[in-house]
């Protein structure tokens, strides 16, 4: 192979691989709360009473016109009980400054668990809740700086809502498999 084609080849596949992020003429917007969570955050939290470790990952996906962030977890006390997730969002608003979001939950339970979500976005964040039979899981995501809070609560028909998980995570460099 001569040299310049070595480097045609290169460069093809370095084009290949580098991301677009430029959503597609007429797109529905993504809502700055959404663009602020891209890159990676590390932290720790709780889910019922169990500590846990928690890294999320979140970059643009479809030339920009979602996000998506995964989720993977370990109990603090037995790194072997595993969990992860892996969550779609996207502008569900069509004006520049829209705060309606739309969500998709996925996660290591398999497929009997995914829920679509709504939510809007706000200064500090967003919410979504997804819906599931009987009862609402309402996820609240609030950045401030290199700060970030996200808590689960759970909605059963008219009782209080009940705490399920939070975590305090903080931004983290990203491993070149996550970003």
């Known amino acids: 192979m001569s040299i310049s084609k070595l480097i045609f080849a290169v460069a093809a596949g370095l084009a290949a691989a580098t991301p677009s992020t430029a959503a597609q003429p007429g797109a529905t917007p993504v809502p700055s709360a959404l663009s602020a969570l891209q890159g990676c955050w590390r932290g720790v939290g709780e889910v019922g009473k169990k500590q846990v470790v928690v890294a999320l990952a979140s970059r643009?996906?479809?030339?920009?016109?979602?996000?998506?962030?995964?989720?993977?977890?370990?109990?603090?006390?037995?790194?072997?009980?595993?969990?992860?997730?892996?969550?779609?969002?996207?502008?569900?608003?069509?004006?520049?400054?829209?705060?309606?979001?739309?969500?998709?939950?996925?996660?290591?339970?398999?497929?009997?668990?995914?829920?679509?979500?709504?939510?809007?976005?706000?200064?500090?964040?967003?919410?979504?809740?997804?819906?599931?039979?009987?009862?609402?899981?309402?996820?609240?995501?609030?950045?401030?700086?290199?700060?970030?809070?996200?808590?689960i609560v759970e909605r059963a028909g008219q009782q209080a809502e009940k705490v399920f998980a939070s975590y305090a995570l903080k931004k983290a460099p990203c491993n070149p498999a996550s970003s």
């Open 60 to 151: 643009a996906i479809l030339d920009g016109a979602m996000v998506v962030v995964d989720v993977d977890s370990s109990a603090a006390a037995d790194p072997k009980d595993r969990y992860s997730a892996h969550l779609l969002f996207g502008g569900a608003d069509p004006r520049p400054d829209g705060d309606d979001i739309m969500g998709f939950w996925a996660d290591s339970f398999g497929g009997a668990y995914t829920a679509l979500g709504r939510g809007k976005s706000r200064p500090d964040g967003f919410e979504i809740t997804y819906l599931y039979p009987g009862d609402a899981f309402v996820n609240r995501w609030t950045l401030s700086g290199e700060q970030l809070k996200w808590s």
